[in-house]
């Protein structure tokens, strides 16, 4: 959905109050508005390029290119909160996970996930759920209508039973109401 389609959105009041938010992409650092994923299931991760669990970065990507002609979008958040895991410049993240990982799905700019200065859908992720990232790759999975957020651990896989039935009931939920719309 380009940017004109979801200024159109938030015009018209579809966009949920959680993804009015706007971000730099992490490849040309050019404002993204998170209204473009209106209507989607979102997959929220903040991502670190050195840490135990940046191996998670293949399986997201084998997960969006999955699932996303049926409403997925994983959105990855880098930050370089724990342990000092992404310690990059963006220009130096994106061609980490490009090279090494092949990763399409959205990415952001590097930016605080917790603590003073954390990015707006951070706060409001943790408002929502009460949990915040204890570590790189947790993940927040979060419904078209942006009313339901669950939250996953970072150790929880993007292949884990729990999050994948999850995501596919929220996938079967955005087809119902496409369909009676």
């Known amino acids: 959905m380009g940017a004109l389609l ?19 992409s992490l490849q040309t650092g050019q404002p993204q508005d998170l209204c473009a994923y209106a209507g989607k299931v ?5 991502t670190a390029s050195y840490c135990g ?3 998670q970065y293949a399986p997201l990507e084998s997960l ?3 699932y996303k002609d049926q409403g997925l979008v994983v959105l990855g958040f880098p930050s370089n909160d724990f342990g000092g895991q992404e310690p990059g410049s963006n220009k130096q993240i994106a061609k980490f996970c490009r090279l090494t990982y092949g990763v ?9 996930v917790v603590g003073e200065g954390r990015n707006a ?10 949990q915040q990232p204890r570590w790189n790759f947790h993940k927040y999975l979060i419904d078209p209508d ?4 669950l939250s996953f651990e970072s150790a929880i896989p993007p292949s884990d039973p729990k999050l994948m039935q999850e995501i596919r009931r929220m996938l079967d939920a955005r087809k119902v109401v496409r369909r009676t719309t």
């Open 6 to 24: 979801a200024a159109q959105h938030a015009r018209a009041g579809d966009c949920p109050q959680l993804l009015s938010h706007t971000f730099g």
């Open 42 to 46: 979102v997959l929220v991760v903040n």
């Open 53 to 55: 669990y940046t191996d």
């Open 64 to 66: 969006y290119r999955q």
């Open 104 to 112: 399409e799905f959205p990415m952001f700019e590097k930016s605080r």
């Open 121 to 130: 859908l951070f706060t409001a992720l943790h408002h929502l759920t009460g």
């Open 146 to 149: 942006g009313k339901q957020v």
